[in-house]
């Protein structure tokens, strides 16, 4: 079966611009996280869809991020205006499992590697 | 205050013998489940196994365990019989199922770790 698609693979911006990532999880997949991964840290969650109603996003900074889930399919995460913080590789994640559950494995995709100059 | 802490930020193995990469976690809470991903340098994480914390016995797949020390919490990865294809990062993951939040996955920072011929 394909996997988590992301893309673009890279993105080099300067810094105020805006810049949008796409994510299609798994065919089937309920759940979808974004993550934020900096280099030489672990992923940190910023937002957590079930379907296309969000979950959890109380560690995304709203007032630069936001993220949507049109269909309860495919997520575009948006950072407008964007600071030299954030760069950072933005992974994709997502789950057959309905969120709240312990053993809920996450399928990743290969993340956007977004560098802010 | 840290969640999951992974203390050897790397390690270098001889093909063919047992490498443990170390975990301890933090929780107050009486369910929960404990994780390990690996992240190659393609940026994708791979899923490695799950132990939940009413599991009695640790849990394996394949050439990899998971050493739960439920007391210490601790929750060491050892793989048996490294290969060159193991050489990646390792991420220790908890999700807390008790406090009645979203169950978030929280990730600790990795370690790296390199196989040697």
């Known amino acids: 079966e394909a996997g988590v698609a992301q893309s673009p693979r890279y993105k080099i911006i300067e810094k105020r611009q805006s810049v949008a990532f796409w994510c299609n999880p798994i065919?089937?997949?309920?759940?979808l996280y974004w993550y934020q991964q900096i280099l030489g840290q672990g992923p940190k969650l910023l937002i957590q869809?079930?379907?296309?109603?969000?979950?959890?996003d109380s560690q995304l900074p709203k007032d630069r991020f936001s993220a949507e889930r049109l269909k309860g399919v495919d997520s575009t995460l948006k950072i407008q205006p964007a600071k030299l913080e954030d760069s950072a590789v933005y992974l994709c994640a997502s789950s057959l499992d309905p969120a709240g559950i312990l053993y809920e494995k996450l399928f990743f995709g290969s993340g956007t590697q977004l560098s802010v100059l | 205050a840290q969640k999951i802490t992974q203390t050897q930020p790397g390690m270098f193995v001889q093909e063919k013998e047992a490498v443990t990469l170390d975990c301890t976690y933090d929780t107050s809470d009486q369910s929960y489940g404990l994780f390990w991903y690996k992240q190659p340098s393609s940026g994708e994480m791979i899923f490695l196994i799950y132990q939940g914390s009413y599991d009695e016995q640790n849990a394996t797949e394949g050439r990899y365990s998971l050493n739960f020390q439920k007391a210490r919490k601790s929750a060491n990865l050892v793989i048996s019989a490294s290969q060159l294809g193991d050489s990646a990062m390792y991420f220790c993951a908890m999700r807390e199922g008790a406090s009645g939040g979203s169950y978030i996955p929280t990730f600790g920072r990795g370690t790296s770790l390199i196989v040697h011929p």
């Open positions: 065919s089937g997949h309920a759940t």
């Open positions: 869809f079930q379907n296309n109603g969000v979950v959890d």
